[in-house]
């Protein structure tokens, strides 16, 4: 009986004793937090993606809650009606953000761009792009490995085994951007989603001249101008021998795209657009070459037919044979 | 007989293919491409313009930084243009595209076979020649030689060690550049241990070249202060810190240059191509290159002037064997599977490998059992197993901390890992991130010293 009286005792004195100590110590040092920092983070999605540029949303919210104006810091998940969210708790005017989506500026399907050779090291576009220029010969293009789909934290991107090349889910993709660095290429590119979701891209950066960008890939952009030509914004520029679209300046009218010889210049969310052009192609061409340019001759407007028909599933992604 | 007391394995030397085969020299090309940077450093600022006509030795390009290196013609012709062209790995590089035109040579070469045994130049005007000439380091890294030759303010040299060991599996060409030329190595050595100012030079040869190790010896007998090591078999022995523990018992730094030990290491192709230049008179234009493999028809050590593009060497040797898998580009341990052989020889260009099918693929790769074989090999005593998952799980710093810049590159852990782990892809990998990360902190460490003042 005394042993428990003892024990109760001893237990009991030092756990007041300690609490007393704590109590003391806390009321020392005690962290003067800004409460706004919860309110914020609570909005905030929690992904922790860091597509902010911050640690993670905590520290995003930190960040908020110090600066004077919202500029320059934007939750690219949550896009414009978090920050309008986080603006309202901080009474600061939230920036207008355009949400973005990330693209894949590389057209070098496996039907494209057939193998030169077989890449045995470690699947990783990283090592790949470190070793060599990859197992099609282009120097700019997809390598294929995946690093973007690893990197991605929403699984917005996949590979597609039939181009080898990756595809975003623009539904899932919260333009974090964190594919946009893992790609060691630099082909994926933050673009505006751009209204009802469409936008024109230039879906290649191959430097080489037009022959020898087309001698590796057909869907190769080869730097000819014609978009540029016909741009009524002027949104297009062409340097080393790729063309640029300028997504500030573009107003997706798509006068561009037919003038593309190799395909590289695709309007991106039309469902329409193969059965447009593949219901009516000589009114198109037609009005084309009376209308753009004389250059446009028919063996062109041919090519762009072929390119726009659509695409038999190609079985050639299987892996090179030296044989 | 020493070695290097950290790590190392033991791959089967393969050399009996293209060992003693005499060096034959490779005719001319119809054009010759030559890179502008065939040296580590800055590419050479080309000195010609299209259309000029060129002689064999005729300085093409000068050195474009302390780093570099001057290019010179390895044929005579006319320049067609100045443009890029794609090495065997697809990148681009500088180069300066010449028609063949004759043999037509710079008339201050000497083209005897006469060996020229006295030099009674000052130090500084040997190193001036060598600078001249465009010699790098032929065993591999291209690092530019008068660079090494001038050691640092402070630091001085006191032995001059030859790298006569080709430590890589099948490359012969530095084995029969010794017993052909080593009277000229010999000359070569004196030569450079003169522009150092020293009096000692220890020639390291792997005992599996005894014929070398035999010429070379007989002839150190005749020298003052040159010596011949001969070295058990292992790889890397021909890595330079590793060749220093080996010759002469010295442990270079973390970190450090060979020189802070007082050693100076040359390769035997360097040094005959030293002597080249400062007797003869004659830039570095050629270099000897091994091609070799199981299935190729004539394996041997081909003379081949830098241009040249390496499918006429390939079809002196008798074309692509049929089985061929892999082509590699250097030895088998640290060369590079090329992508074409759309490629010109130059400096760094020590053999060509050809590997059959069945012997040119990776195995299954499987976890890794914490073996620590990988850990025993490196002979740079670094942990591979840990730097190549920390370099999966981007742990930059952490890398750094292990020490991942001392990696030589030399690829022993993963030849010798029993679950064929991809270790030095990843170390690789990480430690370019690492070196960047490096040179990005002393750029700004040196803005802010500068804005400071």
Known sequence: MDLIIISLLVLGVTGLVAAILLFFIAQKFKVEEDPRIDEVQAVLPGANCGGCGFAGCRALAEACTKASSLDGLLCPVGGAPVMEKVGAILGMAAPAGEPKVAVIRCNGTCEARPKTSEYNGTRSCAIMSAMYVGESGCAYGCLGCGDCVEACAFGALKMNPETGLPEVDENLCTSCGKCVKACPRHIIELRKKGENNQRMVVKCLNQDKGPAAKKVC????????????????????????????????????????????????????????????????????EAVSTDKDEKFDSAIAAKIQAIKTPRAVFPACLPYNNK | MNTFKIGGVHPKDNKLYSAHQPIIECGLPKQAII????????????????????????????????????????????????????????????????????????????????VL?????????????????????????????????CPPPGQKAEVLIVNGVECEPYLTCDHQLMLEHGEEIMIGIQITMRALGINRAVIGIEKNKPDAIARMTELAHKALGIEVKPLKLKYPQGGEKQLIDACIGRQVASGALPISVGAVVDNVATIFAIYEAVQKNKPLISRVMTVTGKSVKKPGNYLVRFGTPLAQVIEMAGGIPEDTGKIIGGGPMMGRAMNSVDMPAHKRTSGLLFLPEDESRRGEVANCIRCGKCVTACPMGLEPYLLSRMSELKMYDEMEQHNVMDCIDCGCCMFTCPSHRPLLDYIRSGKGIVGGNIRARQAAAKAAAEAKK
Request: with cysteine.
């Open chain 1, 218 to 285: 057909a869907n190769a952009c080869i730097g000819c101008g014609l978009c540029a030509k016909v741009c009524p914004q002027e949104a297009i520029t062409v340097a080393n021998n790729v063309a640029y679209i300028d997504f500030d300046k573009c107003v997706v009218c798509r006068e561009c795209e037919p003038q593309c010889p190799t395909g590289a210049l695709w309007g991106m969310g039309f469902p329409e657009r193969l059965s447009k052009t593949a219901a009516a192609p000589a009114q198109e061409t």
């Open chain 2, 117 to 149: 045994r006295e030099c009674a130049m000052e130090p500084k005007e040997i190193i001036d020649k060598i600078a001249k000439a465009g010699i790098v380091g032929l065993g591999g890294a291209c690092f530019p030689t008068h660079v090494k030759l």
């Open chain 2, 35 to 114: 890179p502008l940077a065939q040296h580590i450093g800055a590419p050479a600022k080309p000195v010609v313009q299209k259309g000029d006509k060129v002689k064999v030795g005729q300085l093409i390009a000068e050195a474009g930084g302390f780093v570099s290196a001057n290019v010179h013609s390895g044929v005579s012709g006319t320049v067609t243009k100045i443009d890029v062209t794609t090495d065997a790995w697809g990148m681009k590089m500088p180069a300066v595209f010449i028609d063949v035109e004759g043999d037509e040579w710079m008339e201050d070469i000497n083209r005897t076979s006469d």
